[in-house]
């Protein structure tokens, strides 16, 4: 019972668990997908952006 019990909140765990990681790689992809082009040869601070737009 005590390992039917475990493996029923392992998997709730990794419900939640593999979401948060899947998410968090989109993020991150999508961040260096808009920074990475302006960041590349630029050697000064970045430009504010507001909205997707140099502000």
């Given at each position: 019972?005590?390992?039917?019990m475990?493996a029923?909140?392992?998997?709730?765990a990794l419900?939640?668990?593999?979401p948060?990681?899947?998410?968090?790689v989109?993020a991150?992809t999508?961040?260096?997908?808009?920074?990475?082009?302006?960041?590349?040869?630029r050697?000064g601070p970045?430009?504010?952006?507001?909205k997707?737009?140099p502000a």
């Amino acid at each position: 019972m005590t390992t039917i019990m475990a493996a029923f909140f392992a998997g709730l765990a990794l419900d939640i668990a593999v979401p948060a990681v899947v998410l968090s790689v989109m993020a991150g992809t999508n961040w260096l997908v808009q920074v990475w082009p302006e960041s590349r040869d630029r050697t000064g601070p970045q430009p504010q952006r507001w909205k997707g737009r140099p502000a």
